[in-house]
């Protein structure tokens, strides 16, 4: 990298800052739905008649949708960005987010038209999957290509801190929409609020189109410019860095099917089976998530003195080893043994997805970057988080018992932590440039 190729400190971190206020946003609109999918979703959108149990299977199974969508947007955005620019990937993704939400917040119940309502629920419900497959790859390429060589995981955290920041909206405005109106008047309407106000996102996207610019052509080492990016980078992705693609998305299966236990089954799992106070749950993930955005720049940042790996592979292990813990201390029933198990998951979680972003784009050529990047990471969320809820349930109701669940967590972290290792040989390391 050239002196006059090297981003500029103030233009990087504006970029990075917008970036994670359009991911925070994005977030908060993919989030908000694990929230009503485990409180709200399983009375309004499905049979009366059904047992509490088959209807909460049925509300998770919509949320995995987003899931399933998520591989597919991440191969259209990752094609559309590497071909056309990421800022403009990054704005069309974050549209179509903008009015999918918006559009969950009018929908009919089915108690008013039936069979159609969980339809138009799964239908809006990809649309989300498909925008948030394409808005990580933009938003964290925005951040890292416009990052110092040397900074790169401290850049890159910002736009992971827009989960958290999403999170804590998302909780924010269930637990203000939940204490200010009664249990009726919150299934009846007024849960849907927190839908409608996502309209934000769209103006977000249009500050993002006026105020950031395209990041400069050669950031990374080895790098080709978009100029010279093949017709299908896509298929370039995949025929070349096929291995480097499935064991990016081993790498992420740890991180999000411990995020989804911590923020969707703990709720679903606290509330109805342990009777735990819903405001309880709500606000110890609150608390975790907030705990999260520093420890995300913090992790990033030793990233960039320590390594990628080392870091990563610290909190996989961590993970592991606290997942037979977390269960024990929400089955005590105490209020203060909750906003310890939720916090301290969430900040080990913090150092495998700190890093994430900025080992991500290291292991792609600019050329193929958002495609390579968006598919890995998108890969690891269906596999792992999309179906953890659905896994967790299934395995309480086979076993009656919370270790199975505990063990599922420890080996998808197993697995995380060997395709860590695998690919810590391809890294495109700043030294380099």
Same mark, same amino acid.
Request: proline share 5%; aromatic share 12%; glycine share 10%.
């Given at each position: ?27 908060? *609109? ?18 009366? *008649? ?51 939400? @918006? ?57 992971? #801190?827009? &989960? ?57 080492? *080895? *790098? ?47 509330? @109805? ?35 990628? $790996? ?70 690891? $969320?269906? &596999? ?27 080996? #998808? ?15 495109? @390391?700043?030294?380099?440039?």
């Amino acid at each position: 990298m050239t002196a006059d190729t090297e981003p500029k400190a103030p233009t990087g971190i504006r970029t990075a800052i917008m970036a994670s206020a359009g991911a925070a946003v994005e977030w908060y *609109d993919f989030f908000i739905y694990g929230t009503a999918a485990a409180l709200v979703f399983p009375h309004l959108f499905f049979p009366a *008649d059904l047992p509490p149990f088959v209807a909460q299977i049925a509300s998770f199974s919509t949320f995995a949708v987003g899931f399933i969508a998520r591989p597919l947007g991440g191969m259209w955005f990752g094609h559309f960005g590497d071909v056309h620019g990421r800022k403009k990937a990054l704005v069309l993704a974050m549209f179509v987010m903008g009015i999918s939400t @918006t559009l969950i917040g009018l929908l009919p119940t089915y108690a008013s038209v039936g069979i159609l309502a969980p339809l138009l629920l799964v239908t809006l419900r990809f649309a989300q999957g498909l925008a948030v497959g394409g808005q990580w790859g933009g938003a964290a390429l925005l951040a890292i290509e416009s990052a110092p060589a040397n900074k790169r995981g401290f850049y890159g955290s910002f736009v992971q #801190v827009g &989960v958290p920041l999403g999170v804590v909206l998302a909780n924010t405005v269930f637990l203000i929409v939940s204490a200010m109106s009664s249990d009726e008047a919150f299934l009846s309407w007024t849960w849907r609020i927190g839908f409608l106000v996502s309209v934000v996102l769209i103006l977000i996207g249009i500050m993002i189109h006026l105020t950031v610019e395209e990041p400069a052509a050669a950031t990374l080492p *080895d *790098d080709t410019p978009v100029e010279t990016t093949r017709r299908s980078p896509l298929a370039e992705a995949a025929s070349k860095h096929g291995r480097a693609i499935l064991l990016a998305g081993g790498a992420f299966i740890a991180n999000n099917v411990c995020f989804y236990i911590a923020i969707t089954y703990a709720i679903a799992y606290g509330s @109805t089976t342990l009777g735990i106070d819903r405001n309880v749950l709500l606000a110890a993930v609150m608390v975790g998530s907030a705990l999260m955005i520093p420890a995300l720049i913090a992790c990033g940042a030793a990233s960039d003195r320590f390594g990628r $790996s080392g870091v990563f592979l610290a909190g996989a292990l961590l993970c592991g080893l606290s997942a037979f813990a977390v269960f024990p201390l929400l089955e005590s029933g105490s209020t203060l043994a909750v906003f310890i198990a939720i916090p301290v998951m969430l900040i080990f979680i913090s150092m495998m997805y700190g890093p994430q972003a900025a080992l991500f784009a290291e292991l792609f050529p600019r050329a193929v970057r958002y495609s390579g990047a968006s598919l890995g990471y998108q890969i690891g $969320s269906v &596999v792992g988080g999309g179906f953890a809820p659905i896994i967790a349930t299934a395995l309480y109701a086979q076993y009656d018992d919370s270790f199975p669940i505990a063990v599922y967590l420890a080996a #998808v972290c197993a697995v995380s932590f060997v395709c860590v290792i695998l690919l810590a040989g391809r890294l495109r @390391t700043p030294q380099h440039d």
